[in-house]
């Protein structure tokens, strides 16, 4: 197998909306580059791009003195340093909407990108996911997903206390649409409902995307290694490190969730507001 060592210098960004697909495929990565191995908290992807602690590491600045757009102003320079000092694929999750910084340039770097893989979710399941990830209520979720001021880890107060940056997400069509259709460097989409019904045709078509060449033993056996049913085994008997609120982050994994979880009012919210995405997608 031939993977990371094609690209050197540059980003593969694996975007998406929270809860829609994107730890599932870090795993199957790491089994793919692992000999059909996964350890859930050591995946073999290179970090959050709202990461503190790569940019503390980075820039040398303790970030929590920093404004939010302070931080902004930096970050893309953090990720061309990064690239730039790595003679590999670097692979990086990011749950950040596609847009400007204050002062109007990409908050993600085109020019160090290689591609970027972005997944989507039918919003009406990731309403219940969302609502046990983040400890709330699914109203809190559905307005969540509504919301054009949407934000992920937002800060309190002036300054930034948490692990991660604030990650501007908006509403789920914006963002759906702030990656598909803004950057300039080639965009794959990928249904999370795809991954769940033909596992080995998406990620063997997502390789392609990337340009790693891999057997398809080598898919199947990382594919296998990766099914939800382990993840959800490996968190149950030793946790996962990136489950910060949730009981089980890895929780059930299944489409469909949300016409046994989500009322007539909530459906209808999510579906008047998302209403043409919706339809593009298939949803």
Known sequence: MRYKQLFPHKILWLASYPKSGNTWFRAFLTALMNNGEVDINDMRSDGIFSSRDTFDLVTDIDSR???????????????????????????????????????GKNLIPEDITHCAVYFIRNPLDIAGSLAN???????????????????????????????????HLSDWSSHVNSWTLKPKFPVLVIRYEDMLDNAFEVFERTLDFIGWQCTSDEILRAISAASFEKLHHQETQKGFKENIK???????????????????????????????ILEKYKY
């Open 133 to 167: 990830h983040m400890q709330f209520s699914i109203q809190e979720a559905v307005d969540m997903l509504n919301d054009s001021s949407a934000c992920m880890v937002a800060q309190s107060g002036n300054l930034n206390r948490s692990m991660q940056f604030p990650q």
């Open 65 to 103: 003195d920093l404004y939010d757009d302070e931080g902004k102003l930096i970050v893309a320079d953090v990720y061309r340093y990064i690239a730039a000092e790595r003679n590999s694929l670097s692979i990086i999750k990011v749950h950040d909407a596609f847009g400007p910084d204050p002062e």
């Open 246 to 276: 949730a009981n089980q982050f890895f929780r059930s994994g299944k489409k469909g969730n949300w016409e046994k979880e989500l009322s007539k009012k909530h459906i209808m919210q999510i579906k008047s507001k998302h209403k043409n």
